[in-house]
């Protein structure tokens, strides 16, 4: 059966479902195993083997997380030569990518990134232009390094598991000498509100917001929303960038999408077209937004957004 290596960076207290979709994945190919990186609580430990780890390994060294990715290549490099694995999956983040690309290199094996689907035999399906198609790809060397976008499956546990065995791979002190070592981070201000890429439901704003994301924020708390953006809204410095959806920022498939001041071009799409429900706001009845959208409100978003947080409220009492 062939070995797969997941690459889980840096969880927190619990996987996230992101984490969970790639183990998914991974037992449909093959035999998982996890290359993990940061700190193990016990939740974590536990959901991998639900999830069908078989072997997990982890660095010697336990500060990766202070250099930018290289070492995080050699890291995963040394547990594939260990493993015997032949495919290796990670996120499709921008990280995760440049560690799919260094590894490629390292490794000499073929790199498909921005997959939506994997097949058993490991032809992946990628989206390409803005996700107006899907193309098939498989790499022909022993190793295939596949960045997977999230939502592109359910996760669902393994029938049987149990904890998997830990082996410690030796990370070769040449990998952080060469690297560039991160000085100081500045935590972003939590918001409270869920992460935009597993949120179940998402109000997003565009140039329409005119700067001012407050009656979004207010709709989204009164939902447990995430707030989104498009590209406009994040270039003007309205909102930060980690809250871009679409073909350049990320991509969202919630139960429901509330598109407000966004016009709704392909790249845009591209990034919550998936979404069960679409609700746009527009003040233009004639924007391509409506095209897409399940239930569209032509109206100033500034009037209908407030006014859809207070009957929210009043419903609730
Ligand atoms: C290679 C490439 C990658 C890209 N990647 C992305 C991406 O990842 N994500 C992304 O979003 N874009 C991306 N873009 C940009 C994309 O093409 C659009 O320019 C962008 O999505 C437009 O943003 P918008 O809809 O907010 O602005 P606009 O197109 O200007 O639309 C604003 C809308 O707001 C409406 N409006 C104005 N005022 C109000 C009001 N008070 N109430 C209600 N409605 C109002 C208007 O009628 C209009 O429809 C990319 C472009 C390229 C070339």
Same mark, same amino acid.
């Given at each position: 059966?062939?070995? *797969?290596?997941?690459?889980? !960076? ?13 183990? #998914? ?37 336990? !500060? ?34 440049? &560690? ?9 094996? /073929?790199? &498909? ?14 989206? *390409? ?13 022993? *190793?295939? *390094? ?6 592109? &499956? ?27 070592? &991160? #000085? ?8 409270? $509100? ?11 704003? /565009? ?23 498009? $590209? ?15 073909? #350049? ?21 591209? /990034? ?43 419903? $609730?009492?």
């Amino acid at each position: 059966m062939p070995k *797969v290596l997941v690459f889980i !960076d840096n969880p927190g207290q619990v996987l996230k479902k992101s984490s969970l979709e790639l183990l #998914t994945i991974a037992r449909s190919l093959g035999e998982p195993a996890v290359a993990f990186n940061g700190e193990l609580h016990d939740d974590v430990a536990r959901s991998l083997g639900e999830y069908g780890a078989q072997a997990l390994y982890r660095p010697s060294a336990d !500060d990766l997380d202070d250099y930018l990715v290289g070492p995080k290549a050699s890291y995963l490099a040394a547990a594939v030569q260990t493993s015997g694995a032949t495919v290796v999956l990670a996120e499709n983040s921008a990280e995760g990518k440049e &560690i799919a690309a260094r590894l490629g290199i390292k490794l000499g094996a /073929g790199v &498909i990134t921005d997959v939506v689907g994997v097949e058993p035999d490991g032809t992946a399906h990628k989206s *390409v232009l803005a996700g107006s198609y899907t193309s098939t790809a498989k790499a022909t060397t022993p *190793v295939a *390094v596949l960045t997977v976008k999230p939502n592109s &499956i359910t996760p669902e546990p393994a029938v049987t598991g149990t904890a998997p065995a830990t082996t410690t791979i030796e990370v070769p002190e040449t990998a952080t000498a060469a690297s560039a070592r &991160i #000085t100081a981070r500045n935590d972003k201000p939590a918001s409270g $509100r869920p992460d935009l890429t597993e949120a179940r439901i998402v109000v997003a704003g /565009g140039r329409g917001v005119d700067g001012d994301f407050g009656p979004l924020e207010e709709l989204a708390d009164v939902l447990g929303a995430a707030v989104g953006a498009s $590209r406009a809204a994040t270039d003007a410095g309205w909102i930060g960038h980690d809250a871009q959806v679409g073909q #350049t920022g990320k991509t969202v498939s919630p139960q429901l999408f509330i598109s407000a001041g966004i016009s709704g071009a392909i790249q845009q799409k591209a /990034g919550m077209q998936t979404a069960k429900v679409i609700v746009a706001v527009n003040k233009d009845a004639e924007s391509p937004v409506f095209e897409i959208a399940d239930f569209g409100i032509v109206g100033d978003l500034f009037k209908v957004l407030p006014q859809a947080t207070e009957e929210i409220k009043k419903r $609730r009492g």
